[in-house]
């Protein structure tokens, strides 16, 4: 089992906050060059984007809610390697379990509809 019990710091220093200043800069600086840049091409124009995000995310990571983020995303990764997955026969069964019981359940609930739509018919006819 792959269990901390720590005390996490509440918050960064100044230097993060620096640091998530310049990430939202960067991140925000790409879609600015998006926006300004009509010119370019399309590609070209959203490649921006994609090096804004990964930029400011780069400098996000060096703070200590990026450590956080990391150690975080690699407990997940481990984890997901403990999940038994289902075969494709256990998969494809599932599937059509839950499409049958929507179809049923959609046929319930418009019966439902139905009735209360004739109920409140006949009682405003009256």
Known sequence: ???KA????SGGGAGDIAKYAVALLLAAGGVFAY???ENW???LRAGA???GLLAGAAVF???AKGAQTREFLSESRFELRKVVWPTRDEALKTT????????ILSLILS????LIQAAVKFLLSR
């Open 1 to 3: 089992m792959n269990s």
């Open 6 to 9: 720590e005390q996490t710091k």
């Open 35 to 37: 926006l300004w840049f």
């Open 41 to 43: 091409s399309g590609p």
């Open 49 to 51: 984007v994609v090096a």
């Open 61 to 63: 990571m060096l703070t």
């Open 96 to 103: 059509w379990v839950v499409m049958i019981a929507v179809a």
């Open 111 to 114: 019966g439902f509809d139905y």
